[in-house]
């Protein structure tokens, strides 16, 4: 009766266990951005993913230890050695092969993501053969006529982001995007090594110099976005932000058309600025700082 309540009593705890990581998994989903792309849901999935084994894991852990404190502690003032146990080759079996076969699992998961968002890097460059033969998913073929592209330059400098769309030969330090028409960039490094992060699309992508990345994603919710330099680029990275616009693809053509009217001026660039204060003050620091590069040109 007793193995019988010990087993009922294991199978409970690990049902309560389960739906309890299940429902901590999905509050995942509260502690990001919104998702302004639909390659965010990818990512917000895998977070909620590892969010709920991580649950599982920790909850499974500190039950386990709470039980053998509160029903299996010694008596009081009792001193005697516990039994000569020497090891237990199933058990050392199970909890080797399980976190094993855990790693595998998130490591196939977080590949296909991967895969499925087509984030490409510095291994795309290099032309390295693909020994599995497997195919990316971003790879996979798209049908001109119902793939309609918006196509846009970018060159991140030091410390600016310059932003070009050929269509109306426009260029702003802001990005604006059409809504639910997917994106693609021809990105490009003047100098450094940056990082192209928006949070809210959950996309990061790494700018090398001297090569030209295509990077394609779809935003779907119109709002205001921050891009941030992922890497560190220099003394003044911190100031290499810039906004991103998404709106209607009606408000974007406006946007565009009025950009176009406009003749180039040079930008606001906050790198300049603190640049020429530092090089105004009687006390310098007594250390070289590379010189921002000089301020885009910019329709708006």
Known sequence: MQKILRIFTLITGAIA???????????????????????????????????????????GVTATVMYSVIFHRAIKDDYS???????????????????????????????????????????????????????????????????????????????????????????????????????????????????FYIPAFRLKQDIIPNQTINFEFTPIRPGKYRLTDSQYSGTYFATMQADVIVESPEDYQKWLTKAATHKQAIAKNQAASEYAQASNQSIKPGWATVAPATPPLVNL
């Open 17 to 59: 266990l389960t739906f309890t990581s299940i429902w901590i998994g999905k509050q995942a989903y509260f502690w990001l951005p919104p998702q302004a792309a639909a390659e965010s849901v990818l990512i917000d999935d895998l977070i909620s993913f590892l969010v709920t084994l991580g649950a599982f894991i920790f909850l």
């Open 81 to 195: 050695d516990g039994p000569p146990i020497e090891g237990n080759i199933t058990l050392e079996v199970v909890w080797t092969v399980i976190p094993v076969l855990l790693v595998f699992w998130i490591a196939n998961y977080s590949y296909q993501t991967y895969e499925k968002m087509g984030i490409q890097g510095p291994m795309e460059h290099v032309h390295l053969p693909n020994p599995m033969g497997i195919e990316s998913a971003y790879a996979a073929p798209k049908d001109a006529a119902t793939e309609q592209l918006e196509k846009i330059d970018v060159l991140a400098k030091q410390w600016a982001w310059v932003f070009h769309y050929p269509e109306k030969n426009v260029t702003s330090t802001e990005l604006h995007l059409p809504s639910d028409r997917r994106i693609s960039l021809a990105m490009q490094s003047e100098d450094v090594l940056h990082g």
